[in-house]
Every structure is written in structure tokens, then in C-alpha cells.
């Protein structure tokens, strides 16, 4: 579409009114030119059109467009309604004000996309406006390629076995003439369109984006896992990612699959971009892609490390070098906090991994972080919330869970570049800066790089997946089934989440894969083989502190530390957040120490929690011993010592646990697997303490973590620490701690700090008398 098309054929409609042709639709200035005014109730055919009328409307008024947020149906997953917005929106970069102008556009049944709401408003003064211009987009004809036929699948699991041809995208050399034979006419890419290999879709692709105004890489590609054979690859935009400063996280993409006939038919396809474009390219201008073939059977991990430059006058894909994702300023401001930090606070931590005389990652933890680790750093949750959106900075944190069942900060990170390098550093730098610590139990995301580098740092630790990139990849895999098939969403969610033993889950498992006809789809295949990070009856018999299976720990720094937190206000948002926390921590201690829940039972044993555990640990407790008073409990079995009974709600036959009593030792176990979870016995363990009138709970069912005395007074065994260097750290810290509330107690006045000082001499003076 030229200037005198845009200027004189695209119609803008008004709904239900007449066409209108877009030059009479405006005002006209003193000059006699024609504006196009936007407002409410313009229609057009398509949402490419509305962009095309929103840029030449910004262009004369003198500013700039982006592409906006889109919005999908949940039904099919189309998109429904699109923004347009200034190109000064946001605050991501110096150059942006946060301008609110924007447009947004929605379709209606009829297949046209009706201008539904308009900010016309700037905050920032305009450019020199300018004519109407060409728009970007400029489509070509392309010849109508055969629909397909036949199911797609894909897996993670790569292998270094052969490819066939038809796998190959070709690193030896695209030519001009292949470039120009595959290219030809420009058409635009399409869900159903096929080709005969990988190499053809990647130069369609090529060819089309750069007739666009972006360029293009080869992003993820995914094997079989009965041959390794490749099933499916990704093409992507080039600003994909946050791995570098020049990438905006760019969704656009398109993706293909192998079919039986060895053809590859696009199936899925994002075309919608959040930059905007640069100036089209020929792409004839393409040189060689590489100056050599590559090994196949390095071809996989090649193709992933690729990325599409511009060098001589075209576009060569070169191999991809560990680049930080940290501004060098971020750098300055840290380390000069990092050193100001460590002169008050002997036991701060931090690590800088420097590659080639350059930064990259960045770890740091506190005493008091360190030191709670050593009470609360068995569950622990990998918060990279940054990844969801365009953050300034890749921060992520440490956090744990404490005795008060609050977030507790155990060590902060900048993440340099999202690759397994990255992230086993970050784990070694935090498991070194606590002494050696190993979790019992890991939540993190799901990706590859990330279950890589905690299998290699923390053997043994069960990592489970997150539950917001569980929920993602559902809604991206199974959105449209689970939103029409209601009898698929039923018996999916019972099956995941209603499983009580792994025989019945596999047995749900393959009844879906049958009578849904999913049993060769890839997606599956692969979180059935990864159904011990996510699956909530093998996530449930592992300490995971309480952390709801379906949800995740409240977020430590909450809404201080956003999207948008500039450079220069980090560092106060971050230690506002550290101590907001940490005054909701010691209100909390304060509260166990000094007040009293109330009882709502004569059982003794509800007495002696109340003793031990701090007021919120006790209230999760007493829920569970009111509860069990409403069960009923059989015994089924006796095998020597062992009595195994039958627990169930009275009236409720559904509601079933066993429960297995050790007469001799008192150890008891139940299928529900609350305490190996949450530390905290269930109603149905607590039935059968009743049934054997059991007065006392044995001391390992009272986890210290969960006690009033979890961060002071008590320290657990030496072992436990490390070695005797390790354990003295963690006595030094505790004091240190309890020192600091000494302290300020102590100082509050004249009278105060006189007593305070006294008590001091005093105590030490106990101390040196001690041998």
C-alpha cells in the first residue's frame, strides 16, 4: 500500500455509518491540510490497517507509534483487540515520559476491528510533524502454498543421533539465488502453510521479515524422543529474549512442524511485534551464513547459540557470545552499596563474576540473610519474577519461608544472561555464601538451563516448577481444549490434583491420553516424564515449608520494586522493602513471646503447641487437632508393632487416609503426607494419637523451624552448620541480631542506656568467669 492508496483508498468506517474515505474523515487545518482525526466508532478492515491510520495520524501531528498490549479469546485464542500506543510510553528507556496516548481497536462479529477507546492526550512536547508517509508493512503476493494435513508434535528431549535432510537448516551457505528463488514474491506467513524442509520455511521467513523491517533468528528446536529426530523448530524475532540490551522481549515468532510426509507445515505463528521496525531489506543482500558446515550432531546446541547480524551490506548468522544483560551503570551503583554495606555489616556477602576483565553476574546476601538461611533455608523459592516482563533490571531473590510462615530474603542476584553458565554460578555463589547449604526442596521455573544448573549444584534437591509458568504453559498447550471441552477440564484437573496414589494417577493419566487421542502428543509426553516437579501427589511427600502446590510464596519486595524502578531509586525501594519486612518479622516475634492464643480444648497436647510453636504455626496446628475431633478412625491391619488404620470424615466416605502407628517408637505416618509437606501433623495422624491416647507429641513432630525459638537462643546441632568455623559464624550472627535489639531498647533513654550498660558489664563479666 503507497502514500496515494493510504491517502485515497483505505477507507475508515464508522459503525453502522457509510464509508467514509479517510481525507474527508478529519479536520482541515489553514493550510488545507487534511488530518485524520481518530475517534470512537472508526472501523476498518483489519488491525495492520488501524496501525497503518494511527501512524500517519501520529506522523502529522509529530510522534511516534508502537505496538501495544494484544488481547486473545479464550475460546480460540485469536486475538481480539490490539493497542497502539505513543512510542513514548512506558519507562523502560531514558528517552520515554510514561505518555498515556493511545488507541485501542477491538474486533466485532463481523470480522472488522472498531476503534473502542482513545487517549489523544501527551505528556511531552511533539516532533516536527511531517507528511503521511508509506506505511511499513508492504505486502507482496506469494503463491498459495498446499494446506496441511496431519497432527504436529514436539518434545524437549534433544539427541546427538543423524538428521534428515529435511531437519537441516542449512549453516553452510544460503546463496543470492537461493535467497531470491525462495523469496521471490513476499507473501505473508500463515497457520496450514507447508514446505518441503526446515531450510525453505527459515528462508521464507527470512525473506519476509526482511521485506517487513526486522530480522530474524532460530530459536528453540525440539526432538523426538523415540529416534531424536527433530519434530519442530522456531523461528524468531531477533529482539526475542532479554539477553541483551537491543532485545524488548519481542513475542513475534514462527514455529514448524514435521509431518508424516516429511513436509513442514507452520503451526503456530505470533506475528504481532512490541518495537517497531526498521527499514525493509532486500534479502538478496544476504551473505554467507557460515564459512563451514556444521556437525550434526552438534548441530542442535549450534543452531541454538546462533544469532542473524548485519555485517558487509547483509545478514550472517554467527555464533552467540555471553553478553551481560546488566547496564554498566547498574555496576557502579551496586558495588559502592555492596562496600558501604560491608564496613557496617561484617557479615555482608557478595560475588561479582567477571568474564573477560568484563561483569556479569552479581550475588549478594546480608548477615541477617545469611543467618536465617540457617534456620529457614530448607525450602527455599527462586523468585525470577523479572522474566515476565520488560524489567530494567534481571533481579532475582533468594526467599524463604520463616517461623511466622512470612517471606524471608535469603540473598539477591542480577542475572547477567539467562544461560546454564548464568544460573549455576548464581546457585554456587549463594550455596558459598551459606556456608555450604543444600535445600531440601526447590521451586524455580521450569526451563531447561534453570533444571540443569540445580541438578548440578544441589544433587538431591527436589525441584519443583513454578506454579505461574505451570499455569502458562497450559493455557499455551491445552487454552482452547480446556475452555470448550468442559469434561476434558473436569477429569484433567482431577487427575492432576485428586490423584491420591501414583498407580491412580497413572491410570487417570493414560485414560485422558486415550480417550482424548493425546497419547503421541509431545507436550505430554514430556510433563508426564517431568511429573515429579509438578504434579501435586509427587510434589506433596517433600518439605516444601506449606507453600500451596497450586500458588507460590507472596512476593518478598512486592509492588516496591517494579517493572519500571529506575537506576536511581533502586537502592531505596530495595532497603525500604528489606525493612518493612523485617519489622513484620520482629512484630510478629514479639506477638509469639508476649501474647496468648486461646485454647479451645482440654487435650494437653494442644497446651504444649501453644508453648512451642509461634502464634501463626499454632493457629494452622489447632485447625487441624478441632478437625480431628469430627474423624473417625478403624484399624484395618496390625503387622507386629505397626497398626495400620482407616481415617475418614464422619458422614463423608469420599475422604479416605491411612494412617501407620508404630506402638513402640510412636512414629506415625498418614497418606495425605501434611507433615513430610507442611511440618505440621493432620487432623487424621492427630485421630490416632487420640484413639491411643497419646497425651504428649513426640518432640520430632514439633519442627524447631516452626517455634518461637527458630531465630533466637537456639541454634541447632553443630553438625548441622558445617564445621566449627561455620557454627561459630552462625552464633555471631544470632547475637549479633539480638545485640542490635539490645541496643535500640537500650537507647530509647537516659534511664534505659544507664541499666542497659550495667547489665552488659555485668553479663560479661559472667562471661570471661566461664571456662
Known sequence: MNREELGNIMTVRTKPAALLVAQSNGHRDDEGESKMEPQVGLEFDSAEEAQEFYSCYATQVGFKIRIGQLYRSRVDGSVISRRFVCSKEGF??????????????????????????IKKEHNHEFEASGEICPPRIQRKSFPTPRSSVGGASRTGIRSHEDDSPSDIVDIKRLKKEEMDAAGGPVGEPYKGLEFNSANDAYKFYYTYAANIGFRIRIGQLFRSKHDGSITSRRFVCSKEGHQHPSRVGCGAYMRIQRQESGRWVVDRLQKEHNHEFE?????????SVASKGYNREEGSSVLENLDLVETNGGLSLVKRVRESNIGSDWYNVLLDYFQSRQAEDTGFFYAVEMREGKGMNIFWADARSRFSCSQFGDAIVFDTTYRRGSYCLPFASFVGVNHHRQPVLLGCAVIAEESEESFTWIFQAWARSMSGCRPVSIIADQDRPIQQSIAQVFPGTHHRFSAWQILAKEQENLGALLSMDTEFKFEYETCIFQSQTASEFDSAWNMLMNKYNLRENTWFKEMYRMRKSWVPLHIKGTFFAGIPVDGSLKSYFGTLLSAQTPLNEFIVRYEKALEQRREEERKEDFNSFNLQAVLHTKDPIEEQCRRLYTITMFKVFQKELLECYSYVGIKINVEGAISRYLVQKCGNG???NTVAFNASTLNISCSCKMFEFEGVLCRHALKVFQIMNIRELPSRYILHRWSKNAKYGILRDADSGGGSQDFKALMMWSLREEARNYIEAGAASLERYKLAFEIMQEGRRNLCWQN
Open 279 to 287: 527499514t525493509p531489506t532486500d534479502p538478496s543482500r544476504l551473505v
Open 92 to 117: 523502560q528507556t531514558n528517552s520515554r515520559t510514561g505518555c498515556p496516548a493511545f488507541i485501542r481497536v477491538q474486533k466485532v462479529d463481523s470480522g472488522k476491528w472498531v476503534l473502542a477507546n
Open 654 to 656: 469420599d475422604e479416605r
